[in-house]
C-alpha cells in the first residue's frame, strides 16, 4: 500500500532532551515536507526536500533539523525541544511533477507534548 | 506573501442538506493551484478537490464542487448531501506552481464542521 509512514504517532518529551520523528515513504517520491499543525493557526512549513541531499527551510524552521540522505526518509529532529514545539506534526511527500496536480500524501502525524 | 483565509470557524449543516464553506485568498501570481483538504477526527490529511488558476470550470468531484472566482480570490467548497462522515475539519490550501521553488502549501486555518443527524 502506497503511504507515508511517521513513527511516533503520540511522543511526551522533556524540555531539552533530543528527539526524532521519522518519517518515511514508499512510493518513490522526490519532495518531501514537514508541516507543524497548531490550533487557529492551520498548517505551516517547516523544511521540505526536493531530493536526496536538497533541503531547505520552510516558514517556521527555528529549533528544527532535518536530512535527506535516502529518497525514501525524511525524518526531523528536534535538538533540544521546548514547550513552544508542542504541536501536531506531518509529514508529506509528492511526485515533483505530481505535486500541483495531486497534493500532497500526508502521513498520519505525531503528537508531540513537550514538558 | 500568501495568504489564506477562511472566515468560518464553525459550521454545522443537517444530513443530506447543503453547505457551503468560504475561503479567500491573496496573492499576485498569476497561475497557481488551489485546493481543499478534510482532515476527520483520526487526523489524516485527505485530498478532497483541487483547482488550477489557469482553468475557469469550477473542479467537481462527487458530492464535492468549488465555486471558484479568480479576480475576486475566492474558492468556496460545496458540499451537496452531507453525510455524517463528511463531519470533520476542512482546510483551503493554495500553492504556486512548484517547478524549483519549495512547493510549498499555504493553508487557511479551517472550518470545522459538524454534520448532524
Known amino acids: 500500500e502506497a503511504q507515508v509512514t511517521q513513527n511516533p504517532r503520540y511522543l511526551i518529551t522533556v524540555t531539552g532532551k533530543k528527539l526524532t520523528v521519522t518519517c518515511s515513504q514508499n512510493?518513490?517520491?522526490?519532495?518531501m515536507s514537514w508541516y507543524r499543525q497548531d490550533p487557529g493557526l492551520g498548517l505551516r512549513q517547516i523544511y521540505y526536500?526536493?531530493?536526496?541531499?536538497?533541503?531547505d527551510k520552510g516558514d517556521v524552521p527555528e529549533g528544527y533539523k532535518v536530512s535527506r540522505k535516502e529518497k525514501r526518509n525524511f525524518p526531523l529532529i528536534l535538538e533540544s525541544p521546548s514547550p513552544n514545539q508542542t504541536s501536531l506534526y506531518f509529514c508529506a511527500s509528492s511526485f515533483r511533477g505530481g505535486l500541483a496536480n495531486y497534493g500532497y500524501t500526508f502521513g498520519s502525524g505525531t503528537r508531540l507534548t513537550v514538558v | 506573501a500568501q495568504t489564506v483565509t477562511q472566515s468560518q470557524p464553525e459550521m454545522s449543516v443537517q444530513e443530506a442538506e447543503t453547505v457551503t464553506l468560504s475561503c479567500t485568498y491573496d496573492t499576485s501570481e498569476n497561475n497557481y493551484y488551489l485546493f481543499w483538504y478534510k482532515q476527520p477526527p483520526s487526523r489524516q490529511m485527505i485530498l478532497v478537490i483541487r483547482q488550477e488558476a489557469y482553468k475557469q470550470q469550477n473542479a467537481t468531484e462527487n458530492r464535492f464542487s468549488v465555486n471558484f472566482q479568480k479576480a475576486a480570490k475566492s474558492f468556496s467548497l460545496k458540499i451537496s448531501d452531507s453525510q455524517l462522515g463528511d463531519t470533520a475539519m476542512y482546510f483551503c490550501?493554495?500553492?504556486?506552481?512548484?517547478?524549483?521553488?519549495?512547493?510549498?502549501?499555504?493553508f487557511g486555518k479551517g472550518t470545522k464542521l459538524s454534520v448532524k443527524p
Open positions: 512510493m518513490n517520491h522526490e519532495y
Open positions: 526536500s526536493m531530493n536526496v541531499e536538497v533541503t
Open positions: 490550501a493554495f500553492m504556486k506552481p512548484p517547478g524549483g521553488s519549495q512547493g510549498n502549501l499555504i
